[in-house]
């Protein structure tokens, strides 16, 4: 399993923070999602995921890694 951590814009209340979390699970990553900071934790698995995969989901989703 793979970690990263790494801000997200666009999370404004905790509704984003579900979506966020939905997102990711729905591409296999387990998360940790901060709105206070707007900081995502996420473990995955580097032979089903990769970051562009993540950053992609979340892209389509209209938040953006920073």
């Known amino acids: 399993m793979s970690r990263a951590k ?4 666009g999370m404004t ?5 579900h979506s ?3 997102v990711l699970h729905s591409v296999g990553a387990e998360s ?4 206070m900071n707007q900081m995502v934790t996420v473990e995955y698995d580097e032979s ?3 970051m562009e995969g993540i950053r992609s989901a979340l ?3 209209g938040y ?3």
């Open 64 to 66: 953006r890694i920073m």
């Open 48 to 50: 089903v995921l990769s």
């Open 6 to 9: 790494f801000k997200v814009a």
């Open 59 to 61: 892209e389509e989703h």
């Open 32 to 35: 940790n999602v901060s709105l």
């Open 13 to 17: 209340n905790q509704d984003c923070v």
């Open 20 to 22: 966020v979390q939905s």
